[in-house]
């Protein structure tokens, strides 16, 4: 038995046990140590660190890790796990097609704003209130206006892209964001709703074009 073998194996029982941020440790170990071409123990290790980073509430990390695997075999329980969990933002599925929406409303404006400072960081918690109440009330009013009835993904997105939002204490010049997804293999644009470039078999918006959710964008993944 191999040290890979051991490290997740010895996860597993803390995993059993209840605790789960020891067996995230263990499935740590045993990804660093698996040799890369025993494809289906990598696919089982990414498995159990999606379902670790779930119970200790990072369930963006998990259904990233899920998707990780799936990129490795599409016909994994680790990738039937990701769809099941994700919505076609390539988000975390939430209860209502309407929290679906906000979530990819506020993640992209929430990557403007980060992306208008020079630490590219929420300083306080203060800070992160007040954007999120500024974004709410923006969205609040999008959902009065009834302009999202009967639009696809895609031309939601398009327009929560062209919303500009006027956030206080820009520390660079507020510039026009623009979701433009290119395949550079083919030099073309991309649909989220085309085949990803990857061959995940996973349409890009839930693939390679994902939207990423606040936990990303603020603290980075597992």
């Known amino acids: 038995m191999h040290a890979s073998s051991r490290s997740f194996r010895t996860g597993r029982r803390f995993l059993a046990r209840h605790r789960p941020q020891i067996a995230l440790e263990y499935f740590r170990k045993a990804l660093r140590s698996c040799p890369v071409d025993e494809r289906q123990e990598l696919v089982r290790t990414l498995f159990y660190i999606g379902i670790v980073l779930k119970q200790v509430g990072l369930p963006s990390s998990a259904l ?41 409303f506020y993640s992209v404006q929430l990557k403007k704003y980060l992306e208008s400072k020079r630490s590219r960081k929420i300083g306080s918690q203060g800070e ?4 999120w109440d500024l974004i709410f009330e923006y969205w609040q009013g999008i959902l009065r ?10 031309e939601k997105l398009a327009l929560f892209s062209d919303v500009e939002i006027i956030f ?16 550079f293999f083919s030099r073309s644009r991309v ?14 918006g839930q693939c390679c074009g994902r939207i990423k959710c606040d936990e990303e964008l603020l603290y980075g993944l597992f």
């Open 64 to 104: 990233k890790t899920w998707l990780t695997a799936r990129g490795l075999d599409k016909r994994s329980y680790a990738g039937r796990m990701a769809e099941r969990y994700m919505n076609d933002y390539g988000m975390l599925r939430q209860m209502s097609s309407e929290l679906d929406d906000w979530n990819a």
């Open 168 to 183: 206080p204490y820009f520390s660079l010049p507020a510039e026009k964001h623009e979701i433009i997804h290119v395949n």
């Open 145 to 154: 206006s009834g302009v999202l009835r009967g639009k696809s993904n895609s």
């Open 191 to 204: 649909s989220p709703d085309d085949p990803c470039p990857c061959h995940s078999g996973l349409p890009y």
């Open 128 to 131: 992160k209130d007040m954007i």
